[in-house]
């Protein structure tokens, strides 16, 4: 199963997105949150992010679904081609597409396609 890191300036809202997440996806999602700093401190950690791989990697690639701005530029630097994607996706959205797709079994190309189909969906 592809696994999925939520990357968030904040501690809280990184695992707020899991919950729900596996909520929604089903309690078995590979999914981790790494958010904040170790410190506790808004902010972001590549020590934390690169925890959250090593729990979610089960050998079918990770997808990072970061929140904005540094924390996207921060999980950029562990992309591996093939294997380790950051999305440019919404972050709830994606994060859910994302755990759907990843949860029916399919592989990482299309776990990230669906999650980027999120930026498409419309609310109203």
């Given at each position: 199963?592809?696994?999925?890191?939520?990357v968030?300036?904040?501690a809280?809202?990184?695992?707020?997105?899991?919950?729900?997440?596996?909520?929604?996806?089903?309690?078995?999602?590979?999914?981790?949150?790494?958010?904040?700093?170790?410190s506790?401190?808004?902010?972001?950690?590549?020590?934390?992010?690169?925890?959250?791989?090593?729990?979610?990697?089960?050998?079918?690639?990770?997808?990072?679904i970061?929140?904005?701005?540094?924390s996207?530029?921060?999980?950029?630097?562990?992309?591996?081609?093939?294997?380790?994607?950051?999305?440019?996706?919404?972050?709830?959205?994606?994060?859910?597409?994302?755990?759907?797709?990843?949860?029916?079994?399919?592989?990482?190309?299309?776990?990230?396609?669906?999650?980027?189909?999120?930026?498409?969906?419309?609310?109203?």
């Open positions: 199963m592809v696994g999925l890191v939520l968030a300036h904040s809280g809202l990184a695992a707020e997105a899991v919950a729900l997440v596996k909520g929604i996806a089903g309690a078995d999602t590979a999914v981790a949150a790494a958010g904040g700093r170790e506790g401190e808004l902010g972001t950690s590549l020590d934390l992010i690169e925890a959250a791989i090593r729990v979610v990697d089960q050998g079918d690639g990770v997808v990072i970061a929140d904005l701005g540094s996207v530029l921060t999980a950029r630097l562990v992309e591996e081609e093939g294997r380790v994607v950051v999305a440019d996706v919404p972050f709830v959205e994606g994060a859910i597409a994302a755990a759907v797709a990843a949860g029916a079994g399919a592989p990482l190309a299309d776990v990230l396609e669906a999650a980027e189909e999120a930026r498409t969906f419309r609310k109203l």
